[in-house]
């Protein structure tokens, strides 16, 4: 590349970005083949992005031999608008798993954001920190970008609440309870002890209800409470009590830097065993070989406007992320789900059939049986037999199986359950959460 086309190029890119918003987002480092190349977030997407092209600025001191390195494969910068920097930090977190930009090199591992966990469905519930939550039926918020903060927060309202934070399996009707000893938790007043019968299940169980209405809420009176008592402690020139109050006044103050559990999905965070669940697979389906190969499918779309399927792909009950596949409709119009799968499944495996590419074990419908049958359509018209064909429709959580009248219900802790449960979700994810994100920008390479 000449001096002049570098120039050229140069300028191109910062006269793009004099019209990029000041609000917080995402920002989108793309080559010449519209690959992406990096994927960064900003409070300030102008400035943010700018700061990269600046004719004074020494990339190499400032950020490394990597980075200048891409700017020179850089040929256009996008970006995407959010809400909050809370929400820039997590849907890049999730972008930079999924897409892999080969400039990124963190966020690439299977590390999640934490989330707080209140387990509701027992009779004395507890309130944990964790990125693996106990079951689908807790009560969650989150995720959090700051697990340090959820920590602090997370004493101080142990204080305020009182509410258990071990592991213990605590029954009502276990009257050995009486005789059992607290721990010390509860002689600094900062748990109410239900392990040994020292408070109702029905007090304890309001005291639950309070925390999450407190969660919920804008806890502006905690913080009015906390306001005055570091103005009062200022006063009386007691710095080291207005130093905890302001402490406390920011950690209760970042409960509000979390995503949702719907809007942020973490499907991983639910995975099961997944050594076991690929064995009882096996059985399941009563199949000769092991079921280490599944590819999930399901389909999005807005009022059937810009529909797009989605293809997963586990390897012995892991996501496998470079078998991933979007793929845009073609061959129909309006709302027609099955028709949909039909389409990609028939383009999904007639390469398959040319020989280009490897039977998977098992492929997995998002679905009931209607979803089921057009898939076992688009085999038919191949003119090939199927591996091992399923779907799992959701609420139920039933699986229909290929040539099997009746559906399987299994239980809400097996490992199978849970690996189908998260193939299901990852495709569901994966097109969804793209969908709404994305259908906007055109951001990503590798559609079909």
Same mark, same amino acid.
């Given at each position: /590349?000449?001096? !002049? ?23 989108? /480092? ?20 700018? !700061? $990269? ?84 039926? !807790? ?85 009015? =409470? ?39 999905? =973490? ?21 000769? =070989? ?20 989605? /293809? ?36 999904? $495996?007639?390469?398959?059939? =040319? ?10 419908? +998002? ?9 076992? +359509? ?12 399923? !779907? ?29 449960? $998260? ?26």
């Amino acid at each position: /590349m000449t001096h !002049s086309d570098l120039q050229d190029r140069l300028d191109r890119i910062r006269e793009t970005i004099k019209l990029f918003p000041t609000t917080p987002g995402l920002y989108f /480092m793309k080559a010449a083949d519209d690959t992406v190349l990096y994927i960064g977030k900003a409070v300030n997407l102008r400035s943010r992005v700018a !700061s $990269y092209f600046q004719p004074s600025s020494d990339l190499l001191a400032s950020r490394g031999p990597k980075i200048v390195e891409m700017i020179d494969k850089v040929q256009t910068v996008d970006y995407l608008e959010t809400p909050s920097e809370v929400e820039a930090i997590l849907q890049e977190a999730r972008l930079i798993k999924d897409i892999r930009p080969p400039y990124n090199t963190d966020l690439v591992d299977d590390k999640t954001f934490p989330y707080l966990e209140i387990t509701t469905r027992e009779e004395f519930p507890g309130v944990y920190i964790t990125r693996n939550p106990k079951s689908r039926r !807790s009560r969650l918020f989150g995720p959090f970008t700051a697990v340090r903060d959820l920590r602090a927060v997370m004493v101080v309202l142990q204080k305020i609440f009182r509410f258990r934070t071990c592991g213990l399996e605590i029954r009502n009707r276990d009257d050995k309870r009486r005789f059992f000893r607290p721990c010390l938790l509860f002689s600094i007043h900062q748990c109410t002890a239900p392990c040994t019968d020292r408070i109702s299940k029905d007090d304890y169980r309001k005291i639950i209800r309070d925390l999450i209405q407190f969660l919920q809420s804008k806890r502006s009176t905690v913080l009015r =409470q906390l306001h005055q008592d570091m103005e009062e402690a200022s006063k009386r020139l007691d710095f080291e009590t207005a130093a905890t109050c302001r402490d406390r006044i920011r950690w209760i103050e970042s409960l509000d830097r979390r995503g949702t559990v719907e809007g942020n999905v =973490q499907p991983e965070v639910f995975a099961g065993d997944p050594t076991e669940a690929v064995e009882q697979l096996q059985r399941l389906f009563e199949s000769d =070989q092991p079921v280490r190969v599944i590819e999930g499918f399901d389909i999005a779309h807005i009022g059937g406007s810009e529909t797009v399927g989605s /293809m997963v792909q586990f390897i012995d009950g892991k996501p496998f992320k470079s078998g991933y596949r979007r793929f845009r409709i073609k061959t129909v119009t309006g709302i027609d789900d099955y028709a949909c799968l039909k389409e990609i499944v028939l383009r999904r $495996y007639g390469r398959v059939v =040319q020989g280009q590419e490897l039977w998977p074990d098992l492929v997995l419908i +998002d679905g009931g049986i209607g979803q089921l049958h057009a898939a076992q +359509d688009a085999f038919c018209e191949l003119r090939a037999h199927p591996p091992i064909l399923a !779907s799992i429709a959701k609420k139920e959580e039933l699986i229909y199986r290929q040539g099997v009248e009746e559906p399987i219900q299994l239980t809400s802790n097996s490992p199978v359950r849970k690996l189908l449960q $998260y193939v299901r979700d990852e495709a569901h994810r994966f097109a969804q959460h793209y969908h709404h994100i994305l259908r906007s920008k055109k951001l990503l390479n590798g559609n079909e």
